[in-house]
């Protein structure tokens, strides 16, 4: 519920911010995204001996459960803040990062589980770790970048307007009488 929380927390917290923009809010935005990055790149599966992320761990927190959404809701804060980071964030390769990203969401595990393990597989013997490493992160990419642009032009984009479609058909006077509950009478008038 953690998600949903801060999710809320950002609807009334963006308007709070757009009233107090200034000098102390862009210090503030660059705080917020240092320890965004060092909070989204703890790991959490297992920790590395002798390092900063391991005595935090074991001394102060166990932060795997949480770590990677305050990062998430930290970087959102500071884009609030920052119009400079706004104005990078609109960059047309963010925007389209943007409009891929469910689809690409979707479809990661997928190639991840299947090109990629088999590629990771094939290169590994002859090329060791770090090459083989590099050469399916780059194939990755370069398969998964055009096949979520289409599901996202030819799927997610017309399950969106249909679901529009659906709503404004739902959202009809005449038809929403049909689903609407009679509060003053205290029953349903279907």
């Not at 590994?124 to 370069?142: M, P, R």
Request: proline letters at 4%; a positive charge.
């Amino acid at each position: 519920y953690m998600g949903m929380a801060l999710g809320v927390a950002l609807c009334y917290l963006e308007p709070w911010i757009a009233e107090r923009r200034g000098k102390l809010t862009s210090v503030l935005s660059v705080v917020l995204l240092v320890i965004s990055l060092l909070l989204g790149s703890l790991p959490f599966c297992v920790t590395f001996p002798d390092t900063w992320q391991a005595t935090i761990k074991t001394e102060v927190w166990d932060y795997t459960q949480w770590c990677t959404t305050l990062a998430a809701f930290l970087i959102i804060v500071a884009n609030f803040l920052a119009p400079l980071l706004q104005k990078v964030m609109s960059l047309r390769l963010f925007r389209f990062l943007g409009y891929i990203s469910f689809s690409l969401y979707l479809l990661h595990a997928l190639v991840i589980g299947s090109f990629s393990s088999w590629l990771f597989l094939k290169l590994f013997d002859s090329y060791g770790y770090n090459t083989s490493v590099l050469i399916v992160f780059l194939s990755s990419t370069a398969v998964l970048l055009p096949c979520s642009w289409l599901m996202a032009r030819f799927v997610d984009q017309p399950g969106i307007l249909l679901a529009k479609r659906v709503y404004g058909w739902v959202k009809n006077p005449g038809i929403a009488q049909l689903y609407r509950l009679d509060i003053k009478n205290g029953h349903n008038s279907c």
